[in-house]
């Protein structure tokens, strides 16, 4: 941690993120006390064209039919929540079958900015070396079960199965499963009627999360693992 506060980073795909997740960023830095530093561009060389197979088109399917109806509303990421970050375009490297890390050169680059931690909004399964460069490495969303199947668009299976509600966590990311270190984790109501609505209230219910974890971090030197329950409005 620097003298200024807590020094992040960002891994997306590109420079525009969902509406969402710039809210969260907002609620970080506005306070003055977090400020982001770098911004990981990912490309990942055309890894999800080159899937094959039932699942990448089960993958298709599924996601188009929800797009129909919820639309995330991109924002720009270079505004001023992150107008003074460094950016830092990476290939990404696959590790394994669903998995992709960074060459040695771009964690060393990454490495550099002696971030506190990594915040990743990034659709691709990161794993390596890149979870490791930051002092308190990669935290990321997911909003799905996870005990659940690990595929297909965020709160799918809960609805297709009748669930009640979709679980939301905001993890540090391991390498395995069992290396991850739960942060919050929270339940949000389905509307049965609506994809849209569910995913907003979702988002909605855990867009403050980066916020009180990064305060914690800030005062405690560390975050507590908690559960919250969702708002059922």
Known sequence: MSAGGLRIGIIADSLE?????????????????TSI????????????AREEGLRARFLRLCTSALARGFRHGNKKLCDGVIARAHVLKVMAQ????????????????IRKHNL?????????SLRGDILRSAKHGVW???????AAVGFGPAGFWEIYRGADAITTVLEVLGDEPER??????????????????????????SEKWLRLCADELRVLGKVRSKKIAGSPD
């Open 94 to 109: 696959k590790a394994s079958n669903d998995e992709f890390g960074f060459s040695p050169d771009d964690i060393a680059a």
């Open 140 to 146: 990321a969303y997911s909003y799905r079960d996870p």
């Open 37 to 48: 530093s770098l911004i990981v561009v990912v490309d990942n060389g055309g890894a999800e």
């Open 180 to 205: 991850k270190v739960l942060l919050r984790e929270g339940h949000t109501p389905i509307c049965r009627f609506s994809y849209a609505r569910t995913m907003t209230r979702a988002h909605r219910n």
């Open 17 to 33: 993120i969902e509406a969402w997740q710039s809210n969260a960023l907002r609620q970080l830095v506005d306070r003055g006390a």
């Open 116 to 124: 506190d931690f990594m915040v990743s909004f990034s659709s691709l």
